[in-house]
C-alpha cells in the first residue's frame, strides 16, 4: 500500500541551528514527492518538490531536500532555522498520473527555540 | 498556479445540523478534491469530485453524510450532515496543479461542533 511516513512528531530546535526533518515513502514505483507547510491558522504552502532529475532540490524560504531512492527517502533540510520556521510540515507522495490525490505523511510539528 | 478561496473560513455549529463550505477556484479544474484534518492529524482524503459526474468516496466516508457538488469547473462544495462533535475538524479543498506537478490548497475550514 502506499503510505509517507514522518517519523518524527515533534522537534524543537534552537534558532540559527540546523534543521533535518525525516521522510520516508511506500510506494510501487517512482512517485512525485512534496513538502508543504502549514502555519497555524493557515492552508498548505508548497515548499518544494521532487519529480525526476537531480536528487537535492531546492524550494522556498531556504528549504532544500534530498531523494535518496535506495532510502525511499525525501528528507527537508534547512541550514539555519529562524522562529519564522515553527509550523506543521507534511510530507506528500502523488503519482505520476493526473487526476489522482495527494498521500500525506501525518506531520512534524517544528518549535523554533531562541 | 491556482488560487482558492474557501468559505465559511470557521464556523461553530450545533449538533445535529449541517454545513456547507463552498470552494471557488480562479480556473477551470477537471478534479477538485476534499480533505478532512482531525485535530493533530494529517490530511485525510474525502472523496474527489469530477465535474458532470458522481464524486468518488474513499473508505469511510459516504454520501449520506458528505454530500459533494461539483456544478461546473471552478466550483464545488462539501457538505458535513448531522453534525456530531467528532465532525470537528479543518476540511480543505484542493486543485492539482498542470501534469499533476503540484497540488494547491485553499485555507481551510475549521468547523467545531458544539
Known amino acids: 500500500a502506499q503510505s509517507v511516513t514522518q517519523p518524527d512528531i515533534h522537534i524543537t530546535v534552537s534558532e540559527g541551528a540546523s534543521l533535518e526533518l525525516r521522510c520516508n515513502y511506500s510506494?510501487?514505483?517512482?512517485?512525485?514527492l512534496f513538502w508543504y507547510v502549514q502555519s497555524p491558522g493557515q492552508g498548505l504552502q508548497l515548499l518544494l518538490k521532487?519529480?525526476?532529475?537531480?536528487?537535492l532540490v531546492q524550494g522556498i524560504k531556504g528549504f532544500e531536500a534530498e531523494f535518496k531512492r535506495s532510502q525511499s527517502s525525501f528528507n527537508l533540510r534547512k541550514p539555519s532555522v529562524h522562529w519564522s520556521d515553527a509550523a506543521e510540515y507534511f510530507c506528500?507522495?502523488?503519482?505520476?498520473?493526473?487526476?489522482?490525490?495527494?498521500?500525506f505523511g501525518k506531520g512534524t510539528t517544528l518549535s523554533v527555540s531562541s | 498556479s491556482a488560487v482558492i478561496s474557501q468559505k465559511p473560513s470557521r464556523d461553530i455549529c450545533q449538533r445535529g445540523t449541517s454545513l456547507t463550505i463552498q470552494c471557488q477556484v480562479d480556473s477551470q479544474v477537471t478534479m477538485m478534491f476534499w480533505y478532512r484534518q482531525q485535530p493533530g492529524q494529517s490530511l485525510t482524503l474525502i472523496a474527489t469530485a469530477n465535474q458532470g459526474s458522481e464524486a468518488t468516496y474513499e473508505s469511510g466516508f459516504v454520501i449520506d453524510k458528505f454530500p459533494i457538488s461539483r456544478p461546473n469547473l471552478t466550483f464545488s462544495t462539501l457538505t458535513v450532515s448531522n453534525l456530531s462533535p467528532e465532525d470537528s475538524s479543518i476540511y480543505l479543498c484542493s486543485v492539482e496543479g498542470q501534469w499533476n506537478t503540484e497540488a494547491f490548497f485553499g485555507q481551510g475550514t475549521r468547523l467545531t461542533v458544539v
Open positions: 506528500a507522495v502523488g503519482p505520476n498520473q493526473a487526476g489522482t490525490a495527494l498521500i
Open positions: 521532487y519529480f525526476s532529475g537531480d536528487t
Open positions: 510506494y510501487g514505483a517512482t512517485p512525485y
